[in-house]
């Protein structure tokens, strides 16, 4: 059974406390394992040199692929993320980050994903970073 993107926040919220802390929204999902993301732009997050700070987009990218994970099979609180790996690309606006997340393969233990992180408005938004990851799943879904 698949969630709503409401469903899908909800869940996260509650399994990773720093979610709401950081203004981590789930604005989007689709039942083939897609889900947009939103990272709510504040001050705080920003490090030294005026940008995002890596930890933070790394954190968005995570919390995206877990959600495209539960738009795809459902709620799996127990799924962890077994790899990740971001190329960073470009510096982030002082905006709302927004995170595209797709899984490209769900197996019977670990779903394989992609996450574009985009930053920017309208026309001027661009691809920050691009991330690929997976998810170890439970043996009991």
């Given at each position: ?11 996260i919220?509650a ?7 950081i203004?981590f ?7 083939r394992?897609y889900a ?11 490090r030294?040199?005026g940008?995002?700070?890596?930890p933070v ?7 995206s692929?877990?959600a495209?994970?539960?738009?795809a099979?459902?709620r799996?609180?127990m799924?962890?993320?077994s790899?990740l790996s971001?190329?960073?690309l ?17 197996g019977r233990r670990?779903a ?7 930053s920017?408005?309208g026309?001027?938004?661009?691809v920050v970073?691009h991330?690929t ?5 439970p043996?009991?879904?």
């Amino acid at each position: 059974m698949t969630l709503t993107a409401a469903e899908v926040e909800a869940v996260i919220r509650a399994g990773v406390p720093m979610a709401e802390d950081i203004g981590f929204t789930v604005d989007e999902t689709g039942d083939r394992g897609y889900a947009r993301t939103r990272l709510v732009f504040s001050e705080r997050l920003i490090r030294p040199g005026g940008t995002l700070s890596g930890p933070v987009q790394m954190a968005l990218a995570d919390a995206s692929m877990y959600a495209a994970v539960m738009a795809a099979i459902g709620r799996v609180e127990m799924a962890v993320t077994s790899n990740l790996s971001i190329n960073f690309l470009h510096k982030p606006a002082p905006a709302d980050l927004v995170g595209e997340a797709t899984v490209l393969r769900m197996g019977r233990r670990i779903a394989v994903c992609e996450v574009r992180l985009l930053s920017g408005e309208g026309d001027q938004q661009q691809v920050v970073a691009h991330v690929t990851g997976s998810y170890a799943l439970p043996h009991d879904r």
